[in-house]
C-alpha cells in the first residue's frame, strides 16, 4: 500500500516562498511509469494541476505557474518537494501530493492534504 504525508508551513507571508515536502512509503519514486505530482484545491475551486517529477527525474510544470514552480526529490528519502515562490493569498489552498498515473488517467495514491494559508 503506498502512501503519502505533506508536511511543511501551513501559513507563508506573501511574497515568500512555499514550500513542501511529500514523504513517499510503500512504494519508490524512481518505480517505472509513475509521475510523483502536486495539486491544489483554493477555496471554492476546483482542483489545479501544478506539475510533477517523473520516475527518470524529468519534471513537468503547469504552464500557468511554472515561473515560479520548482518540484525536486531526495531519493535517498523517498520524498518530492515543492517550492512555490512569489506567493500571494491566490495561492492559498489544500495542496496534495499525488500519485500520477499520467495525463487523462487520474492519480491513483493522494496524501491527506494540508492547508496552507498565504496571509501577512
Known amino acids: 500500500q503506498v502512501q503519502l504525508q505533506e508536511s511543511g508551513p501551513v501559513l507563508v507571508n506573501p511574497s515568500q516562498t512555499l514550500s513542501l515536502t511529500c514523504t513517499v512509503s510503500?512504494?519508490?519514486?524512481?518505480?517505472?511509469?509513475?509521475?510523483w505530482s502536486w495539486v491544489r484545491q483554493p477555496p471554492g475551486k476546483g482542483l489545479e494541476w501544478i506539475g510533477c517529477?517523473?520516475?527518470?527525474?524529468?519534471?513537468y510544470y503547469s504552464p500557468s505557474l511554472k515561473s515560479r514552480t520548482s518540484i525536486s526529490r531526495d531519493t535517498s528519502k523517498n520524498q518530492f518537494t515543492l517550492q512555490l515562490s512569489s506567493v500571494t493569498p491566490e495561492d492559498t489552498a489544500v495542496y496534495y501530493c499525488?500519485?500520477?498515473?499520467?495525463?487523462?488517467?487520474?492519480?491513483?495514491?493522494w496524501g491527506q492534504g494540508t492547508q496552507v494559508t498565504v496571509s501577512s
Open positions: 499525488v500519485r500520477d498515473l499520467g495525463v487523462g488517467i487520474g492519480y491513483d495514491y
Open positions: 510503500g512504494g519508490s519514486l524512481t518505480t517505472n511509469s509513475y509521475c
Open positions: 517529477i517523473r520516475y527518470s527525474g524529468t519534471t
